[in-house]
Nanobody, 123 residues
Framework: QLQLVESGGGLVQPGGSLRLSCAAS????????VGWFRQAPGKEREGVSC????????NYADFVKGRVTISRDNAKNTVYLQMNSLKPEDTAIYYC????????????????WGQGTQVTVSS
């Protein structure tokens, strides 16, 4: 069974950068589309970005466009989320999840989820 582990979160000042990693074990991650989601305190979980299994299709939520880049390294069985120009409102637990071959806006269609990594943007 595919298992996902996020890492790379932490405390960063506004305007700073972080690179989140989603490392897979148990199966080849390049068979799956991988999405990043986040949940801030008191808010619903929301989609941030997604990359298809082939890597040929990526999408971003409007609130991160231009600041975030998703990528994958199949040799390392890992998907990355590079986040720049971070804002306090980006503070949340960030989760990666995997499904089929193509991205989806429907969180319920993602079969495998990691445990999350905390990102805190504060001065």
């Amino acid at each position: 069974q595919l298992q996902l582990v996020e890492s790379g979160g932490g405390l960063v000042q506004p305007g700073g950068s972080l690179r989140l990693s989603c490392a897979a074990s148990g199966y080849r991650l390049d068979y799956y589309a991988v999405g990043w989601f986040r949940q801030a305190p008191g808010k619903e979980r929301e989609g941030v970005s997604c990359i298809s299994a082939s890597g040929g299709d990526t999408n971003y939520a409007d609130f991160v466009k231009g600041r975030v880049t998703i990528s994958r390294d199949n040799a390392k069985n890992t998907v990355y989320l590079q986040m720049n120009s971070l804002k306090p409102e980006d503070t949340a637990i960030y989760y990666c999840a995997a499904r089929g071959l193509a991205c989806s806006d429907m969180q319920g269609w993602y079969e495998y989820w990691g445990q999350g990594t905390q990102v805190t943007v504060s001065s």
